[in-house]
């Protein structure tokens, strides 16, 4: 049994063109072509298409991609890896859902709010395995020791100050403002400061985000619902991804 293009880029949620980029750069080729040209894919392939998917919404670029695709052939083995950090990723939402509702509960009922309770599921060790395979283990290790280094009132204080800065790009988005407009590009100057503040991110130790970097983020905050969400949605997402990669050409 196969799929048209057309079917798997549709249950995919993806376009046709992505699929014959992909093809086109070795990552997804088509299991036949037809007569009239049409691309089909089996099941075999439409597992790979899976990987890829997830690969790309842990923020790997197609090269990377591409290298992790090559090193392991054994597909089983790698959605079993997969699927792991799928359910690690479930049960830190859980628990961020859980918080949520505590502090929302305890606010209107104008009980004692507890950081801990607030912060339950907000724990950047939740991420170790994801930081690692993207920027090695010494990235983590350098971000672990700054965080923990840390009160946690000095946590809060950080994490309030990033939910401040998504609620001002969110703002300019609703705003009507333009991507390479001033307010935009204050604003991405704003997030590279704060991006390069943070040990063990490519470029925090010259404190400015590398370029590849920083347009990456601005893709994943895209690609990803869990980041749009953080801005709004996907739109406000764009508008953040755009204002970003623009700021990145100029200065990065």
């Not at 099941?43 to 998917?53: D, K, P, T, Y």
């Not at 609620?167 to 403002?177: N, R, S």
Request: hydrophobic letters at 40%; charged letters at 25%; zero cysteines.
């Amino acid at each position: 049994m196969d799929w048209s293009i057309q079917e798997v880029a549709r249950l995919a949620g993806t376009t046709s063109r992505t699929l014959r980029h992909y093809g086109e750069l070795g990552l997804l080729e088509p299991s036949r072509i037809g007569q009239n040209g049409y691309r089909f894919y089996n099941a075999q392939s439409v597992a790979r298409l899976q990987r890829i998917l997830m690969l790309r919404e842990l923020g790997l670029g197609l090269p990377a991609i591409a290298e992790v695709l090559a090193g392991q052939t054994d597909t089983p083995r790698a959605l079993a890896d997969h699927l792991r950090w799928l359910r690690q990723e479930k049960d830190r939402l859980d628990r961020q859902i859980g918080s949520v509702e505590t502090t929302i509960r305890k606010i209107e009922g104008e009980e004692q709010l507890m950081a801990e309770e607030m912060l339950d599921g907000f724990d950047h060790t939740q991420y170790r395995d994801e930081v690692e395979s993207r920027w090695g283990a010494q990235a983590y290790a350098d971000s672990n020791r700054w965080w923990t280094s840390m009160t946690k009132t000095e946590q809060e204080q950080w994490m309030l100050a990033q939910k401040q800065l998504a609620a001002d790009w969110a703002a300019a988005a609703v705003a009507g403002e333009t991507p390479t407009g001033a307010v935009a590009q204050a604003l991405a100057e704003r997030h590279a400061r704060w991006l390069g503040s943070i040990p063990g991110t490519p470029g925090s130790e010259n404190h400015t985000p590398t370029k590849e970097y920083f347009v990456g983020l601005g893709d994943l905050y895209v690609a990803d619902d869990r980041f749009a969400q953080n801005y709004g949605g996907p739109a406000n997402a764009t508008f953040v991804r755009d204002a970003m990669a623009a700021y990145a050409e100029k200065h990065l």
